[in-house]
């Protein structure tokens, strides 16, 4: 089971740094994780809309009538980071933790910040690399190992994009007239 602390800790491992059991225990490498763990967690949930960090709710429509060219304004949820699609499909905009829309109801798919007890294996794993990458040269001022890590990576970014695409299946391909009229 994955916790902040070990995804850091694998990552100091993997850069040649000794592990770490808290954040505060001080250190180079208890700093640098304490400072760059959140922002690198949330940034890395957001690059993609991930099927095991992806939910879908009805909002809770807000009594206050918005400012500005909008009729109506919804509370976003707690845990959330990017939108997926909202529900009708219709125009939006998001301001702060807000969403305001013409719409009487609202729905959104959208990317949330799981607990990293609940991340698959091959999201973990891209985490460690990710914060490797990230650590390597505030913890050994070595950039050719930031580099490296950079590239181990992307790699494994390519392996959870896959993984995670198995999620769903596929869209199927809708008829087009115009593949008819070529046959």
């Known amino acids: 089971m994955a916790t902040d602390i070990s995804m850091c800790s694998n990552a100091l491992l993997l850069i040649g740094h000794g592990t770490i059991s808290s954040f505060t225990e001080g250190g180079a490498g208890a700093l640098v994780a304490s400072n760059l763990y959140q922002t690198s967690y949330e940034n890395l949930l957001s690059l993609h809309r991930w099927r095991f960090a992806s939910g879908k709710v009805a909002l809770s429509r807000l009594t ?74 505030p913890v050994t001022d070595n950039s050719a190992k930031g580099q490296l890590y950079a590239q181990f990576y992307d790699a494994q970014m390519r392996q959870a994009k896959f993984a995670d695409a198995s999620s769903r299946p596929p869209d199927a391909v809708a008829d087009n007239p115009l593949w008819a009229a070529r046959a």
Do not use: C
């Not at 509370?75 to 997926?84: F, G, K, R």
């Not at 829309?101 to 607990?115: C, Q, R, W």
């Open 64 to 137: 206050v009538t918005p400012l500005n060219d909008w009729s109506y304004a919804y509370q976003l949820p707690a845990d959330y980071l990017l939108a997926n699609r909202v529900i009708p499909q219709s125009d939006y905009e998001i301001f702060a933790n807000k969403i305001y829309s013409n719409e009487t109801t609202l729905e959104i798919d959208y990317v949330f910040k799981p607990a990293e007890s609940q991340l698959p294996a091959y999201f973990v794993k891209l985490m460690e690399m990710y914060l490797a990458s990230q650590f390597a040269v």
